[in-house]
């Protein structure tokens, strides 16, 4: 079983508790642990680093050395490596282990993964368990903040509904639950007090369900959609896009068609005038070159359009604002009692984290008569290793260090190095070791929010002819996606070269993931 504490702090850096750190102090050298403390005993080593940690650099540093160094650590491999070998062993037995579904769910082929499920696999990767476990939340709180953000918002709504909505708002404030809810303490409500909880619930769906008709009944323009398509057509007419190499007329067609469309659905009077400029624009557009469209003047129209629509936006009601629309949509998750309770909270994280599933699998595995239990236990111990380890470099190195939590057949290994500096410049080193093109390097600087430069390293000949048939396909796809490709160069691979020769070093924290 997991024994659960509460406590805010996060207890990574304990030996008892972290075993990447307990594996690093029993083969470390006297003389590797008197440069972390000038105590000889253990217990004064520990106090020392606990004491010094996240505030004494060079210790963090000299720690950080000896786990990237420490060789039982470094022969750990990769999780993904581990994961498959642990699912192999456990498919001898007929009736599987619980862990063995988990653990199939986590893995999945690259193919399957989308921006959302990646982030989701890399929350609950286990590097963020105990992280998450000291900042669980006070739901009850965190509702009645919800509901005071609300209520602000509608006061400066003139519409009737926005009123009645109100009322409802400060009833549910005053009840003794959310006037007791705060910072100082987690809610601990008593069995009995379930009642209160389930009419509070039922409270914020009503609300919920009137707010989301009321907004559903409402203009166009205060769309989400209508707000994602305004948002593309201003990147596409920025300068950077107005290039010859960047350029995509068709693109540039399309969302001036899609937003056209989405106006005709409006009924606000501001908008006859852009339909009427809009119309004059797509026209205007047909068969014409990027010189023609500099010499008529047509990106500035758009933005001209462009900003003309971010005016009626602005005069909108506030209840068809963004800010109610994004409350409306937190709102929605606390609809079912059981997310009021604070251990309904730590379930969850407890149902999906890896590390927490491992935990538990442990005394699943221990009490289980399956043959390879030996085995599986062995895997199980190397996983949470694993993991430790990330935790424990993360700690020290004051970034985030991941793991890839996916499969792909065609890497061997890989490494992916992500780094910010103090102007809000992000550098990345892609290092890749694949089955059959050998070594592929990239290295990505990304810069006033959308501007990005890469640079793919490779000496494989077969390789940078693919990357060149299908260069244009990358710059295509990352304007659609609204970054901006700045510059995208193809080199030989250079041994032992220095990431960024010629960008700054003062590098302040980093984002490391790793395969």
Same mark, same amino acid.
């Given at each position: 079983m997991i024994n659960l504490s509460l406590n805010k702090q996060l207890d990574i850096i304990v030996p008892n508790k972290n075993r990447a750190l307990a594996t690093i102090l029993q083969q470390a050298t006297p003389k590797e642990l008197e440069t972390l403390s000038k105590d000889k005993d253990l217990g004064s080593i520990m106090n020392s680093l606990l004491k010094e940690s996240s505030q004494n650099s060079a210790s963090d540093k000299t720690l950080l050395d000896l786990a990237k160094n420490n060789p039982t650590l470094k022969e750990l491999g990769n999780?993904?490596?581990?994961?498959?070998?642990?699912?192999?062993?456990?498919?001898?037995?007929?009736?599987?282990?619980?862990?063995?579904?988990?653990?199939?769910?986590?893995?999945?082929?690259?193919?399957?993964?989308s921006e959302p499920i990646l982030m989701e696999k890399f929350e609950n990767s286990g590097v963020?368990?105990?992280?998450?476990?000291?900042?669980? /939340?006070?739901?009850?709180?965190?509702?009645k903040t919800l509901l005071q953000g609300l209520e602000k918002s509608l006061a400066k709504s003139d519409f009737p509904v926005a009123k009645m909505l109100s009322e409802k708002i400060k009833e549910l404030l005053a009840t003794p639950t959310l006037k007791e809810a705060s910072n100082n303490s987690l809610p601990q409500t008593p069995k009995d007090d379930a009642?209160?909880?389930?009419?509070?619930?039922?409270?914020?769906e009503s609300i919920v369900l009137k707010l989301r008709e009321t907004l559903g009944r409402g203009d166009v323009v205060n769309s989400k959609g209508f707000e994602i398509q305004l948002s593309k057509l201003e990147h596409l007419i920025t300068p950077k896009l107005l290039t010859y190499e960047n350029f995509k007329l068709p693109l540039l067609q399309d969302t001036l068609a899609q937003?056209?469309? /989405?106006?005709?659905?409006?009924?606000?009077?501001?908008?006859?005038g852009l339909l009427d400029t809009l119309g004059k624009i797509i026209e205007s557009l047909k068969?014409?070159?990027?010189?023609?469209?500099?010499?008529?003047?047509?990106?500035?129209?758009?933005?001209?359009?462009?900003?003309?629509?971010?005016?009626?936006?602005?005069?909108?009601?506030?209840?068809?604002?963004k800010e109610t629309a994004t409350i409306g949509s937190k709102l929605d998750t606390f609809k079912e009692p059981q997310k009021l309770f604070v251990q309904e909270n730590v379930r969850e994280i407890l149902s999906k984290d890896l590390k927490a599933l491992l935990l538990q699998a442990g005394d699943e595995i221990s009490k289980s008569s399956h043959p390879n239990q030996a085995e599986i236990s062995k895997h199980v111990d190397k996983l949470l290793l694993q993991i430790d380890y990330y935790q424990l470099t993360s700690h020290l190195s004051n970034s985030s260090s991941l793991y890839l939590p996916f499969s792909w057949d065609g890497l061997e290994e890989g490494n992916i190095n992500l780094k910010k500096d103090k102007d809000d410049k992000f550098y990345c080193d892609i290092d890749l070791k694949l089955k059959e093109y050998g070594e592929l390097k990239l290295k990505l600087t990304l810069y006033e929010k959308n501007q990005i430069n890469i640079h793919i390293y490779s000496n494989n000949n077969d390789f940078k002819e693919i990357i060149k048939e299908n260069i244009h396909l990358l710059r295509s796809a990352l304007i659609e996606s609204q970054i901006t490709p700045r510059e995208i160069r193809l080199f030989e691979a250079v041994k032992k070269s220095s990431p960024y020769d010629n960008q700054s070093n003062d590098i302040q924290l980093g984002f490391e993931v790793k395969a």
């Open positions: 999780i993904s490596g581990t994961i498959k070998d642990l699912l192999s062993t456990l498919k001898s037995e007929k009736n599987p282990l619980p862990i063995e579904t988990t653990l199939k769910n986590f893995l999945l082929e690259m193919k399957d993964i963020f368990l105990e992280s998450k476990l000291k900042n669980v /939340q006070n739901p009850q709180l965190e509702l009642s209160a909880l389930k009419q509070l619930s039922k409270g914020v937003l056209n469309s /989405q106006l005709m659905q409006s009924s606000k009077p501001e908008v006859k068969g014409s070159t990027l010189d023609e469209l500099n010499a008529k003047k047509i990106p500035q129209s758009i933005s001209a359009v462009i900003e003309s629509a971010k005016a009626v936006i602005e005069k909108s009601d506030s209840l068809f604002s």
